[in-house]
Structure formats: C-alpha cells, structure tokens
C-alpha cells in the first residue's frame, strides 16, 4: 500500500531564517505530488504541484519555492522566511487527476 | 481557472439530524468532485468522491450529488453523530490539469 511521509512535523524558525521541508512517498512510481498551506481556520492554499521528475508548477509568487529531485521526494525551500509563511504545510500525492491522498503535515511557526 | 465556493461556513446540527453542504464550481469541464474531512490539527481525509458521469453516490450515512447543468454539487450526511465533527471541504478538478481546486471549508459541529 502507498504511504506518504512528511518531516519535520513541528518547527519552529524565526523571520529571515531558511527553510526545507521534506515529503516523500512510498509504494507508487511516477506520482502526483502537490504542496498545500493552510493558514489557521482557513483552506487550503494550492503552493506547488509536480507532474514528474524536475517538473514543478507554481501556483502563488512568493518566496517559497519546490524542487522533485526523485521521482517520490518532493522539497519545499524558502530562502528566507516571512511572518506570514507560518501555517500547516501538507503534502498530497496522487495517481493522476483524481483521489490526492495528504500526509501528516508540518506545522511551521515563523517567530 | 477553477473557482469552488462552499456554503455554509459553519453549521451546526443536533445529533441525530442531518447536515447538507452545498458547493459551486466554475470551469464546465470539470469532471470530479471529491470531499474531504479535516478533524482539527489532523490531515485532511477523502470521505467520497463523484465523477460527472454520475448524478448521486451514497457510502453508508453520506451521500453526494451532483447537477452539472447548474454546476453544484452537495455533500450529505444523516443521522449525525459528535464524531462528524470537522471541517469540510468540497473540491472539483479540470481535464486539463492535473490538480484539485479546493473550497474554503465548512465547520460542522454536531451538539450531542
């Protein structure tokens, strides 16, 4: 069966510092892969999807970016971390255009 | 590009009665409609899905419809229970590419 991972699951960082979040899948090749923020109380913000290897599409400028260096690891970056990068940063896999499927999730506190 | 608004925000409903979420999407094309299930602090869940060749889908005490012609669809659960307590999403995907447009979210509490 198909199991998605995500760490770290808590952080903690302050503004200006960097950052790298790690997601990776297993049990499946050529996934899907997709990073969505959520804000407290509110939905998800779609960040970055990923349609194969080196493939990345950004869906909201801003100082994050994702890499796919392997087929099933997906990374979200930022050089420098705003107050308002704060939030629960998901990662989701999917097969093709249907079911995505979310892992655990990081909760990222910028102080 | 795809736009799915939800409504209501909130609801609340007395055990045992029965919720209904209603959503609207915008691009015609699109072709699946799935519902989520976020317990607080947790990931969110896929509950059930629908696709646009079917009008109505039930698994046990929810069930889903869908009206292409008026391009909503509707989440709906019966005989509620404290446990269906959690934030909702509905959410609808293109042909064209390769990701689900999410709703803002629908905070259901069941009062026992």
């Known amino acids: 069966s198909q199991t998605i991972h995500q760490w770290p699951a808590t952080l903690v960082q302050p503004v200006g510092s960097p950052l790298s979040l790690e997601c990776t899948v297993e049990?499946?090749?050529?996934?899907?892969l997709y990073w969505y923020r959520q804000a407290a109380g509110r939905g998800l913000q779609l960040l970055f999807y990923?349609?194969?290897?080196?493939?990345i599409s950004s869906e909201v400028p801003q100082n994050l970016s994702a890499s796919r260096p392997q087929d099933r690891q997906f990374i979200l970056s930022s050089k420098k971390l705003l107050l308002s990068d704060s939030g629960f940063y998901l990662c989701?896999?999917?097969?093709?255009?249907?079911?995505?499927?979310f892992g655990p999730g990081t909760r990222l506190t910028v102080t | 590009g795809e736009n799915v608004e939800q409504h209501p925000s909130t609801l609340s409903v007395q055990e045992g009665d029965s919720a209904v979420i209603k959503c609207t999407y915008s691009?015609?094309?699109?072709?699946?409609f799935p519902w989520y299930k976020q317990e607080l602090g947790k990931r969110p869940q896929l509950i059930i899905d629908?696709?646009?060749?079917?009008g109505e889908k039930k698994d046990q005490r929810i069930a889903v419809t869908l009206n292409k012609t008026a391009k909503h669809f509707s989440l709906h659960i019966t005989e509620t229970q404290p446990e269906d307590s959690a934030v909702y999403f509905c959410?609808?995907?293109?042909?064209?590419?390769?990701?689900?447009?999410f709703g803002p979210g629908t905070s259901l509490s069941v009062i026992p």
């Open positions: 989701a896999w999917s097969a093709g255009r249907y079911e995505q499927y």
């Open positions: 990923s349609v194969g290897i080196g493939q």
């Open positions: 049990g499946t090749s050529n996934p899907n």
């Open positions: 629908i696709r646009s060749n079917v």
């Open positions: 691009d015609s094309a699109s072709n699946y």
């Open positions: 959410a609808a995907s293109g042909t064209s590419y390769d990701k689900v447009i």
